[in-house]
């Protein structure tokens, strides 16, 4: 049994989504980092410490919390679904996704209903090349069905999801990575959807810059240059429709102020200059929802991100250098980091508008510097790029497992809110 002393583990998570493109929930990434040899290894290995750490994380991030009204999939495996740790486990909260190396005994048939009587939602896995549903008794138990699209040709795809419409189960596909198998897993009917695609903006499509984002991009470098009061109220004046989203979002729970805001110097005035570029940044991602309770994922994910960065910056030594105005930078690239594909346009015609610091531009522009690690190291928790992130940590000495998760529930949770 490895000593889990000397492993730190770090948590990642993938967005899933439903089929408006709303965010249904997270898919929880466990990934432990040898702290002799410095590399990610794969974390769920089937021992009891595996389970150990998978609930001490649930008990003492809080992550249940940080997840707020989305579930959080959990990867199970024979180890962890036969350990007793697994019902501490919150049945609300989580999906116990038992991996497809499990092989389905009539063992673990009874451990899987049980599991379901006590109220855990399961998942499981389908082999494309090889449907047989009577050999595989835990489909008819799971709720959900997840498919990797990325081992199925499109032809098989067609006929496999008329298969197992008969069962009745929620359909996911797993890996979706281009728009072409995103609208043809819309098409054949899958219910969710997760992978790298839908953890970049191109969940909505890539638009030309609009009046309203030139607005917007125009108020970060007024406030960005301590502009006057006045020059920025009268960009506002010219968007009336900018005006009441940024109204409604600094009215929102998420903006954390007690006081309403009823004007847009009020607004000005009230949030600073500080709290006001942070808001300026997210609307950049909110859209033109007419509910703010109607948050995208891309809105989450931007949140997340910059949230992230400032929280993972105030632990490393730098800060003590530069301050809060490195805390800022890096919100600041947290946020804008998603601009290029959210925007449809290149990074380098965004950056000319805006004068950023040289550590945000050089962040930005070249993933350089403290701030361009961190970004790099928020990106690869989206992710399952494991030697990328080892790297990346040999960079950051002051970021251990401990802090990277307590920054991430944080994060999310602060990032929840913003539905709220």
Known sequence: MPDTDSQDV?????????????????????RSVSAEKGNFASFIDGNQATATVIVNTFLNLSLADALGPYQGFIKVDQGLLF????????????????????????????RCEQLRQAGYILATYVRPESLDLDGKPLLKIAEIIKVDISRVEPERLKQLVPDLSPLRKTLLAEKVENDTQMHLCHELGFDLFQGYFFARPTVIEGKQLKTSDMALLRLLGLISQDADTAEIEAVFKRE????????RLTNSAGSGLATKITSLRHAITLLGRRQLLRWLQLLLYSGGSSSAATVNPLLQLAATRGRLMEL?????????????????????????SLMP??????AGEILSQLPLATPVHNALNGR???LGDLITLVETLEEEASDKAATVLQRL????????????TKALSWANNLAR
């Open 240 to 247: 009336p429709v900018l005006t009441i989203n940024l109204l």
């Open 10 to 30: 770090f948590l990642g998570r993938q967005p899933i989504l439903d089929r408006q493109q709303q965010l249904f929930a997270y898919e929880l990434l466990f």
């Open 312 to 336: 993972l910056v105030d632990h490393t030594s730098e800060v003590k250098k530069y301050g809060r105005d490195l805390v800022d930078q890096a919100f600041m690239v947290g946020i804008l």
């Open 397 to 408: 000495p002051d970021i251990d497992a401990a802090s990277a998760n307590s920054c991430l």
């Open 83 to 110: 350990s007793e740790l697994i019902d501490a486990l919150p049945p609300h909260t989580v999906v116990l996704e038992i991996l497809d190396t499990v092989a389905q005994t009539p063992e673990v048939v009874e």
């Open 368 to 370: 350089t510097g403290v």
């Open 341 to 346: 594909m959210m925007l449809g346009a290149e």
